[in-house]
């Protein structure tokens, strides 16, 4: 089974452009995070949906970023406007449902750089 | 406010030796911790998970130990090989529940030949 699918892998914009990040989850699962990880801070988590609806946004850093669930196979997460601060790795995880203990799986990771 | 705290400099061992990562934690009594594996450039990858009323877990090389008084896991890796070389983040569920991990910056791993 093909795991959680990120997309882009790699992302250059400038500031003020528009960032898209796209994540298809583990197909059955019915939990879907994002995370950011940079350096400093180390893996946050932004949003995470149950069952397709945001359940928890408290960690989504501005009102430039936002996220949707339309179904149960897609995701997005968009940055309008991006600034440098944004830039960091990316990821999209998934898990079974959201019963504490359920391994969470990661995608790749959608690395993006503001300039 | 919750904390979690991994040995933040880098871990370096040699190949057969047992590597043995720490992660503390603050202001929670969680009901499990887990340890996840993180490759450079990779996602973080599932290892282990450890319930409140474990002591101890196994998994072929890799044992984990969960002090509920202290706050404290160990993670250990026996007859530890380069390819055990990675980054380690140990997370945990603050929120009580909906699977909402909180995870620690993660301890550097080098095992040397």
């Known amino acids: 089974d093909a795991g959680v699918i990120q997309s882009p892998r790699h992302e250059v914009t400038e500031m003020g452009q528009e960032v898209t990040l796209r994540c298809k989850p583990i197909s059955g699962h019915n939990s879907l995070f994002w995370y950011r990880q940079t350096m400093m801070r180390g893996l946050e988590l932004l949003i995470y949906f149950n069952n397709n609806v945001p359940i928890d946004d408290s960690g989504m850093p501005e009102d430039r970023f936002s996220a949707k669930m339309p179904n149960a196979s897609f995701s997005t997460l968009k940055i309008q406007p991006s600034e440098p601060r944004d830039s960091a790795v990316y990821f999209c995880?998934?898990?079974?449902?959201?019963?504490?203990?359920?391994?969470?799986?990661f995608g790749e990771g959608s690395w993006l750089t503001v300039v | 406010s919750q904390k979690i705290e991994q040995n933040s400099e880098a871990l370096n061992i040699q190949e057969g030796k047992t590597a043995t990562l720490t992660c503390n934690y603050t202001n929670y009594s969680p009901a499990y911790l887990q340890w996840y594996r993180q490759d450079p450039g990779r996602g973080p990858v599932f290892l282990l998970l450890i319930r409140e009323n474990e002591k101890e877990k196994r998994k072929e090389r890799l044992k984990v130990t969960f002090d509920t008084t202290l706050k404290q896991s160990l993670f250990h890796i026996t007859a530890s090989q380069p390819a055990d070389s990675a980054t380690y983040l140990c997370a945990l569920d603050y929120s009580g529940g909906g699977n909402k991990l909180t995870f620690g910056t993660g301890t550097q791993l080098k095992v040397e030949l």
């Open positions: 995880a998934s898990s079974r449902d959201s019963n504490s203990g359920n391994t969470i799986y």
